[in-house]
């Protein structure tokens, strides 16, 4: 049994062992059905339990068909159903029913604390689908799309970031020292990566260059990421925050100063942070990025039980 938590505290030989059996699986199911099981049914009969704290369109249905397609089925559960929290049940009580009835469960959470307790009280595995300092489930996906599309090592490219330093940011960074990869960040002087992602870069002796501009953070660029400057439950000034984020906008002036043949990638949902020329282009595969979610996932999901060949 393995947790799947934080890119950070995952081997970089089961992370790519993980991207190998997604890119196998994906090429096995060509001409298949959306719920037809993988030939080798490798989680008959198991089942994922998933709980939502926050809204999820993509990671919901990612997860309920990845599941699906390798063979076993889900429950999903919203925190507001359970008797979980101040006068309720007790997180540990909570974690051995989920124990007792599933064989895997899956939080999107507001809390990363929440993550860590139920790791150290439940006997089956935990997937972060993302919390409010990880979001590894995507991040791992955006390295396969982009190997995919590229088609060679994510090690021999330039990534870059534009944008608030946020969960998805968090995991990126973990990413790039996990696959050796270059990643330029670019965000106004307010919104930099906190101190204890900069500590743990410099720990382990990892260069980031991180420009207040978008500009210099762009420049060569093979891969350009953002993410919504403005998430569904931020309590902030919105129309402050947008403004200090509004030379950090993806457009295709800016674009033109990466590579030519580079690719766009957001993790949806999008907001003002991108122009809808570029969302539309053709350097844009979101919508392939969204789709890989599956097949990543299913792989994630086999190493999480133990079945990853």
């Not at 359970?82 to 469960?105: M, N």
């Not at 994510?154 to 990643?183: H, P, T």
């Not at 949902?269 to 979101?286: D, I, L, M, Q, T």
Request: proline share 3%; charged share 30%; hydrophobic share 35%.
């Amino acid at each position: 049994m393995k947790h799947f938590i934080n890119l950070k505290d995952i081997p970089a030989k089961d992370l790519r062992k993980i991207l190998l059996d997604a890119k196998k699986r994906k090429k096995n199911r060509k001409n298949y059905s959306i719920l037809k099981v993988d030939k080798d049914i490798p989680l008959k009969n198991k089942l994922l339990i998933q709980m939502f704290e926050k809204s999820s369109l993509r990671t919901r249905l990612s997860f309920y068909l990845a599941i699906k397609q390798l063979g076993g089925g889900t429950i999903t559960l919203r925190s507001n159903e359970l008797h979980l929290g101040d006068g309720g049940e007790s997180l540990e009580d909570t974690a051995k029913i989920l124990s007792t009835y599933g064989d895997g469960f899956m939080i999107r959470t507001d809390s990363d604390k929440k993550i860590e307790n139920f790791s150290n009280y439940l006997s089956i595995p935990v997937i972060n689908g993302l919390s409010p300092s990880s979001h590894p489930t995507q991040v791992l996906s955006d390295v396969f799309t982009i190997e995919e599309i590229k088609k060679k090592s994510i090690s021999k490219l330039n990534i870059s970031w534009i944008g608030d330093s946020n969960n998805v940011l968090n995991s990126l960074i973990a990413a790039s020292i996990k696959f050796n990869f270059k990643l330029t960040i670019g965000c106004p002087n307010n919104y930099r990566p906190k101190k204890f992602i900069i500590d743990w870069i410099k720990k382990r002796n990892k260069k980031i260059n991180i420009f207040n501009n978008a500009k210099n953070a762009i420049i060569n660029a093979d891969v350009v990421f953002t993410d919504k400057v403005i998430s569904l439950n931020d309590k902030v000034d919105k129309k402050k925050k947008l403004s200090e984020f509004k030379s950090f906008k993806i457009t295709s002036k800016l674009l033109d100063l990466a590579k030519k043949d580079c690719i766009f990638l957001h993790c949806l949902p999008r907001g003002s942070e991108v122009e809808e020329k570029v969302f539309n282009s053709k350097k844009s595969k979101v919508w392939q990025q969204a789709l890989n979610r599956v097949h990543v996932q299913k792989s994630i999901l086999l190493y999480c039980f133990g079945k990853l060949r």
